[in-house]
C-alpha cells in the first residue's frame, strides 16, 4: 500500500476509537500505522485522574512484550502514539491485534489496566511468490484436465485479505477455486477447449489476485504454456510441378532442382524423407535425389535425340508413415557449341573529330553455324563510347559515329566489338578496333588571365624584359602552337611598338625604350594569341604596364628666386619678436610619392642662434628677440632635401637684414666689393653671345636655303628618270639603344619616303635646351629653365617625322 493511502486511513481512523472504564480498566481502538505523536486517547479523564495526582504519583507505563509503541503525557494525561505500529508486523494474521499495558501510580500505589486495539488498513498487496509459471501441455490433452496454480498472499486480515481470483485470457482454460478445511483456496486451470500446436505454439495467461479492501489492490502472475506436438499432419510439398530444362551436354552431377516439403508437426514428427517412385523408365538410371535435402541431380547421360522430356515422380513421407507426391518436368534442350566469326569488310584507320554523327568507320560480317536461337547473333560496344552498332541486314554490321567526337577530350579509340548468339549459355566473340581522332582547329589560344597587370622601374634600360605573358591552345600540333602579336595602337599619339615589343614564340614582352615616369606613369596595350591551325583561330588580352618612379630629379627651389647681379634680402625689424616669420622657402619635386616629400634645413648662417627653418614648411622664424647688437646683414643657407633613395637636395642663399628702415638696408647691401667688376664682366658677355647668335642665325638661313634649292633640283631630276630614291643620312646620324633619342649637341635631318619622287620632310632640330645661371654671389645655387616640353607630351615634337605625297 502506498504511503499516501495509508496516511489517508489514518486520517479517517484516527479518532474512531471507543473507550470504556470498568474498575481501572479502559480500551482504546486506533487504526494501524498511525504516525509518531498521535493520540490514543485522555486516560486521565477515562480513569477519573487528577492531572496533579498523575504528576504526584509519577505515572509510568509497563508493558510486557509488546515494546515501546505507547508513552503517557503527564501535562495533559494523554496516551500517545511512540513509534508507528504495523499490524502486520506486531500479530501476524491473528485477529484482533492489541496492545496490553498498565500505568502504575505510587503514594499510594495503584495501577490501571489500559487495552489499544489495533484496526487493520488495507496497505499489503497480494503477491505471487515467482513472477510466472511454466506448462508444458500436448496438443492431445483432453477438456476438462486440471493444473494447479500457485497460491497468492496477503499479509491484510478481514476485508482486506485476499478475496478472489481471476484467468485471462479464457479461449483455451479456465479458473476453478477449491475451499480448504483452514478456509484457504486452491487456485486451478482447468483446460475447456481442445489445444492445437499447429495453430498455437505457445499461450500467455495472466493470473490475478484481488483484496475486497478500498481502494481495492492486486497482485499477479504470467503462465506460461507450451503446447506439445502429436504426429498428425502429413508432409506437404511446395508445388505439385517442378519444371527443369537441362543441356543435353549437361555432366553426371550437375544439380537439376530442389523439391521441399514440410510437415506442420514439431521435432520427429516433423522429418521429411524423399524418394523417386519411377519403376517402368529410365529415369532411376538417369536422376537421383537426397534422401533428406530433397536436391534432384543428374546421375547419367542425357540425349536430345532420343528423348526431349523426362518425368520424375517423387515421394515425400515422415516417420509416422504420412506422404505426399509431386512430379519434375524435366526438358532436355539442344547444345550451343558453336561462337560467333567476326570478320572485317572494310574498316577506317582514322576519322577528323568534326565528322558528323552517323558517320560509317568499319563494316563486320558475323556468322553463327547454329540452328535457332543459338544461332541468333547481336552485336553491342561493351565500353561508353561515342559509337554505336547498327544492323543492316542478317549478318551484317556496320560501326558508326553516334554523337560529335572531340580529339581535345579523346585521342584515341580501342573500340571491343562483343557479338553474342541467344543460346544458352550464349557464346561470343570479341574484337577490338582501334580508331585514332585527327585534329581539327576548333580551339582558339586561352591566356591563363583574362589580363595583365605589370610594373616596371623608370630609367630602365631598353630592351629589358618586362614580364611574360601565356595562352594555350587544346588543339594538336600546328594547331596548338601559339604566336603571340603586339595590336596596333597609340598611347599619346605615338605606336605601342615604340614602348614595347612582344616574342612571337615566348610571348616575353620588352621595353623598347626608357620610360620617365614624370612624362607617362602608365599605358595600356593589347597582345593577340594567334594558333598554326587553317584558318587560324585567336583571343586577345589587354595589359597594363605601370611606371614606378626613381629618385632622379633634385628639388627645384621657387622662391626665393637667385638671380645674378642683384641682391634680394628680407628685412626683419629689431623689434621683431620670437617665432617672427622672416620668409619661406617653396621648393617643388616633379617625382612623386616618398620621392617629392621634401625637408628643409639650415646648412649655414651668420647667427645660428637667431633663426630656424621649419623641417616640413620652409619657413624661416627668429628664434628670439632680435637685439641691436645683432648684425644688419645675415646671410643664411637652406638646403631643401626629397625623401628618395638615394635622396637629391638643392641649396638656395637666403639673405636677411636686421633694420628698422629701408635707406639702412639699400646702403649696406650696395656696398659690395665685387659689384663693378660683376657688372663690367656681365656686359662682356652679352655683347659676346648676341655676336655669336647673330652669326649662327644667319648660316643657318643660308644652310636652309641652299639645302631647298638642291633638294628641288634633284626631285626635278628624278621625276624624269627612273632611278630609285635613295634616302639620305646625314653625317654623324645615330639612334642611342634603339629609343630614337638623338644628342643634344646636334641637328639631324630625317625622312621617310614610299618610293614617291615627290616628297615634303620636316627638318628636326634638338629637343631641349638648358640654361644654367649661377649667381655668383652663391654657392652652389642652381636655377634650370627648361624651354620645351616633352617630345611625349607634345603631338608636333621636333623629333617627330612626317612624310606627305
Not at 502486520?88 to 487495552?115: K, N, S, W
Not at 588571365?449 to 594555350?472: C, D, L, M, Q, W
Request: aromatic share 8%; net charge negative; glycine share 6%.
Amino acid at each position: 500500500m502506498s504511503g499516501g493511502t495509508i496516511r489517508w486511513q489514518v486520517l479517517v481512523f484516527a479518532w474512531l476509537f471507543s473507550v470504556c472504564s470498568v474498575d481501572g480498566q479502559v480500551a482504546y481502538s486506533i487504526p494501524e500505522e498511525m504516525s509518531k505523536g498521535s493520540i490514543i486517547g485522555n486516560f486521565a479523564q477515562d480513569l477519573g485522574l487528577d492531572l496533579k495526582r498523575i504528576k504526584s504519583g509519577k505515572a509510568r507505563i509497563y508493558t510486557e512484550d509488546n515494546g515501546e509503541y505507547v508513552e503517557l503525557n503527564k501535562d495533559k494525561g494523554l496516551l500517545l502514539v511512540k513509534e508507528r505500529i504495523d499490524r502486520e508486523a506486531l500479530c501476524g494474521q491473528t485477529a484482533p491485534c492489541a496492545i496490553h499495558l498498565q500505568i502504575t501510580l505510587e503514594d499510594p500505589i495503584e495501577f490501571y489496566t489500559v487495552t489499544v486495539e489495533i484496526n487493520d488498513i488495507n496497505d499489503n498487496v497480494p503477491s505471487f511468490k515467482k513472477g510466472e509459471m511454466k506448462f508444458r501441455i500436448s496438443e492431445s490433452a483432453v477438456v476438462g484436465a486440471k493444473f494447479a496454480l500457485e497460491r497468492a498472499m496477503d499479509l491484510d486480515v478481514g476485508v482486506n485479505g485476499l478475496q478472489r481470483y481471476s484467468l485471462k485470457p479464457t479461449d483455451n482454460f479456465n479458473l476453478k477455486l477449491n475451499e480448504q478445511n483452514d478456509g484457504s483456496k486452491n487456485v486451478e486451470m482447468v483446460l475447456q477447449k481442445a489445444l492445437d500446436r499447429e495453430m498455437q505454439q505457445h499461450i500467455s495467461l495472466t493470473l490475478t489476485a484481488t483484496d475486497g479492501g478500498e481502494p481495492q489492490l492486486s497482485g499477479t502472475i504470467r503462465v506460461e504454456i507450451s503446447v506439445l506436438d502429436v504426429n498428425d499432419n502429413a508432409p506437404v510439398f511446395t508445388q505439385k510441378i517442378y519444371k527443369v530444362t537441362v543441356s543435353e551436354t549437361a555432366r553426371a552431377g550437375t544439380l537439376l532442382s530442389t523439391v521441399s516439403a514440410t510437415d506442420a508437426d514439431d521435432g520427429p514428427n516433423a522429418n521429411v524423407f524423399y524418394a523417386i517412385t519411377n519403376t517402368l523408365d529410365d529415369v532411376p538410371r538417369l536422376f537421383h535425389i537426397e534422401e533428406k535435402s530433397g536436391v534432384v541431380s543428374l546421375k547419367g547421360n542425357l540425349d536430345f535425340e532420343k528423348a526431349q522430356l523426362h518425368e520424375i515422380r517423387v515421394q515425400a513421407s515422415d516417420e509416422g508413415g504420412l506422404t505426399d507426391s509431386c512430379k519434375i518436368i524435366v526438358e532436355v534442350t539442344d547444345t550451343n557449341d558453336n561462337h560467333p566469326s567476326i570478320n572485317i569488310m572494310s574498316k577506317t584507320n582514322s576519322i577528323s573529330e568534326n565528322s558528323k554523327s552517323g558517320t560509317v568507320i568499319t563494316i563486320l560480317n558475323v556468322q553463327d553455324n547454329d540452328f535457332g536461337e543459338n544461332g541468333r547473333v547481336t552485336c553491342e560496344i561493351g565500353e561508353t563510347v561515342p559509337f554505336l552498332i547498327e544492323k543492316t541486314s542478317k549478318k551484317i554490321f556496320s560501326l558508326v559515329t553516334e554523337s560529335e567526337l572531340d580529339r581535345e577530350t579523346a585521342s584515341e579509340y580501342n573500340i571491343t566489338v562483343t557479338c553474342s548468339d541467344e543460346g544458352v549459355p550464349s557464346l561470343s566473340s570479341s574484337v577490338t578496333l582501334t580508331l585514332q581522332i585527327s585534329d581539327v582547329n576548333d580551339n582558339a589560344p586561352v591566356f591563363e588571365r583574362s589580363s595583365y597587370e605589370a610594373y616596371i622601374v623608370e630609367n630602365n634600360t631598353p630592351g629589358v624584359s618586362i614580364f611574360t605573358v601565356k595562352a594555350t591552345d587544346a588543339d594538336w600540333k600546328q594547331n596548338a602552337r601559339v604566336s603571340y602579336i603586339l595590336e596596333d595602337s597609340y598611347v599619346n599619339g605615338v605606336p605601342v611598338s615604340s614602348y614595347v615589343s612582344v616574342s612571337a614564340d615566348s610571348g616575353v614582352i620588352h621595353a623598347v625604350r626608357s620610360f620617365d615616369y614624370e612624362q607617362i606613369k602608365d599605358f595600356r596595350f593589347c597582345v593577340k594569341a594567334q594558333d598554326g591551325g587553317s584558318p587560324p583561330l585567336s583571343s586577345n588580352v589587354t595589359v597594363k604596364i605601370q611606371i614606378q618612379d626613381q629618385n632622379d630629379n633634385p628639388p627645384q627651389v621657387l622662391y626665393p628666386v637667385q638671380t645674378a647681379g642683384s641682391v634680394v634680402a628680407e628685412m626683419v625689424p629689431r623689434s621683431a619678436d620670437v617665432g617672427y616669420l622672416v620668409t619661406k622657402v617653396v621648393a617643388v619635386d616633379v617625382d612623386s610619392g616618398q620621392n617629392a616629400w621634401l625637408s628643409y634645413k639650415l646648412q649655414k648662417a651668420t647667427d645660428r642662434a637667431l633663426f630656424e627653418v621649419g623641417s616640413q614648411n620652409g619657413e624661416i622664424r627668429t628664434v628670439r628677440q632680435v637685439t641691436e647688437k645683432d648684425l644688419l646683414k645675415q646671410r643664411l643657407t637652406v638646403i631643401v632635401e626629397d625623401n628618395g633613395q638615394p635622396p637629391r637636395s638643392a641649396t638656395v642663399i637666403v639673405n636677411v637684414a636686421v633694420a628698422d628702415s629701408f635707406p639702412e638696408v639699400l646702403s649696406e647691401f650696395t656696398d659690395f666689393p665685387h659689384d663693378k667688376d660683376y657688372n663690367d664682366n656681365l656686359t662682356f658677355y652679352l655683347v659676346l653671345a648676341l655676336a655669336v647668335v647673330s652669326f649662327l642665325f644667319i648660316t643657318c638661313l643660308v644652310v636652309i636655303i641652299s639645302v631647298k634649292i638642291y633638294r628641288w633640283r634633284q626631285s626635278r631630276i628624278l621625276y624624269h628618270s627612273s632611278l630609285p630614291v635613295i634616302p639620305y643620312y646625314p653625317p654623324r646620324y645615330s639612334d642611342t639603344l634603339g629609343t630614337g633619342t638623338l644628342p643634344h649637341t646636334y641637328n639631324y635631318e630625317v625622312c621617310r619616303t614610299t618610293d614617291s619622287r615627290k616628297s615634303d620632310c620636316k627638318f628636326g632640330r634638338a629637343g631641349s635646351q638648358n640654361v644654367l645661371i649661377m649667381d655668383p654671389s652663391s654657392t652652389g645655387t642652381m636655377q634650370r629653365l627648361q624651354s620645351e616640353k616633352s617630345i611625349l607630351d607634345e603631338p608636333d615634337s621636333p623629333l617627330e617625322v612626317s612624310c606627305f605625297e
